[in-house]
């Protein structure tokens, strides 16, 4: 199992990035998949999270970002609109133990990638 992080970078406020997570060694389609990130000092927190055909989001983000699958790729993404200052950190994707919906708390995720720094600043 692997996942890896790209996209990140550093955007003003209002800005977009879209980040992206491949994956390999399982079938997308099979787990919930997820974004959390962590900013410095601070607990790694829930971002959004895709799996069976639903979606959630973490309040701050709603209707801000979007995150999508493409089985074919391989691959899970989260498009972020009209960043903000907060919204830096390194962000990370993960895979939750198949069978769980605890999709929002990390000890029930089992693989992790490296993470994609974000910062949001003018």
């Known amino acids: 199992v692997q996942l890896a992080e790209s996209g990140g970078g550093l955007v003003q406020p209002g800005g977009s990035l879209r980040l992206s997570c491949a994956t390999s060694?399982?079938?997308?389609?099979?787990?919930?998949m997820s974004w959390f990130r962590e900013a410095p000092g601070a607990e790694r927190e829930f971002v959004a999270s895709?799996?069976?055909?639903?979606?959630h989001y973490k309040n701050s983000v709603k209707g801000r970002f979007t995150i999508s699958a493409d089985n074919a790729k391989n691959t899970v993404y989260l498009q972020m609109d009209r960043l903000r200052p907060e919204d830096t950190a390194v962000y990370y994707c993960?895979?939750?133990?198949?069978?769980?919906?605890?999709?929002?708390?990390?000890?029930?995720?089992?693989?992790w990638g490296q993470g994609t720094q974000v910062t949001v600043s003018s």
């Open positions: 060694g399982f079938d997308l389609n099979s787990y919930y």
């Open positions: 993960g895979r939750l133990q198949r069978g769980s919906f605890y999709y929002s708390r990390t000890q029930y995720y089992e693989a």
């Open positions: 895709i799996g069976y055909g639903d979606t």
